[in-house]
C-alpha cells in the first residue's frame, strides 16, 4: 500500500512526503489494508490532528477509500480462485 500512496504522487510533492514517510505509516497502521479500510471519520480526524502529517483531508479519505476497494479485489480474487478451484472445467 506504500507504495500505492507514493506512486500516485506528483513528483515534485515527493521531498515534501519522504520526510514524513513515518508518520504517514504510523497514522495508516503500518498500511495494513484491512485496518486501513476499517477507519471512521474519527481517524481522519485523528490523523488531521497529527502535526507530523500533511493536513489533506481529501487525501486522507481518498487513502481510506483505496483501502476498502483493495480489500474488496483481494476478497474477490480469493472467491474467484476459490471458485476456479471446485468448479470442474469442461
Known amino acids: 500500500m506504500a507504495e500505492v500512496i507514493f506512486a ?4 515534485h510533492d515527493w521531498d515534501k512526503l ?3 514517510s513515518g508518520a504517514i505509516r504510523k497514522a495508516f497502521s503500518n498500511f ?3 485496518k486501513v479500510a ?3 471519520k474519527k481517524d ?3 490523523i488531521m490532528k497529527m502535526p507530523e502529517m500533511v493536513h489533506n483531508r481529501r487525501n486522507i479519505e481518498g487513502i481510506i477509500q483505496n ?3 483493495c480489500k ?3 476478497r474477490n ?3 474467484s480462485k476459490t471458485l476456479s478451484a471446485i468448479t470442474p472445467m469442461t
Open 8 to 11: 500516485a504522487v506528483p513528483p
Open 18 to 20: 519522504k520526510p514524513k
Open 32 to 34: 495494513n489494508v484491512s
Open 38 to 40: 476499517n477507519f471512521t
Open 44 to 46: 481522519v480526524e485523528r
Open 67 to 69: 483501502a476498502k476497494k
Open 72 to 74: 474488496r479485489l483481494f
Open 77 to 79: 480474487m480469493v472467491l
